[in-house]
């Protein structure tokens, strides 16, 4: 997770997973790298939230298939 001005890490953002539906499936708290995690996803789309206090919420999606790593980075 990164600042669009400075394009710096995002320490304490929740990042919120949702399924194509939209419903909320897992919720992570970013560190001082900015980074998030979500294990054990079965295949398909998926919708990346994130929000932090004092900047404009942002998502994004991916998909996830079976043996393939996926990275979405979701600026705020």
């Known amino acids: 997770m990164?600042?669009?001005g400075t394009s710096g890490p995002l320490n304490e953002a929740t990042v919120t997973l949702l399924d194509?539906?939209?419903v909320?499936?897992?919720t992570f708290m970013?560190?001082?790298l900015g980074f998030y995690f979500f294990a054990g996803l079965a295949n398909g789309?998926?919708?990346v939230s994130a929000s932090a206090d004092g900047f404009i919420a942002k998502?994004?999606?991916a998909n996830v298939a079976l043996g393939a790593a996926a990275t979405?980075?979701?600026t705020v």
Request: charged content about 15%; overall charge negative.
């Open 2 to 4: 990164s600042e669009s």
């Open 59 to 61: 998502a994004g999606s």
């Open 30 to 32: 970013t560190g001082p």
């Open 45 to 47: 789309s998926y919708q």
């Open 20 to 22: 194509a539906g939209g």
């Open 24 to 26: 909320a499936l897992d």
């Open 72 to 74: 979405e980075v979701v």
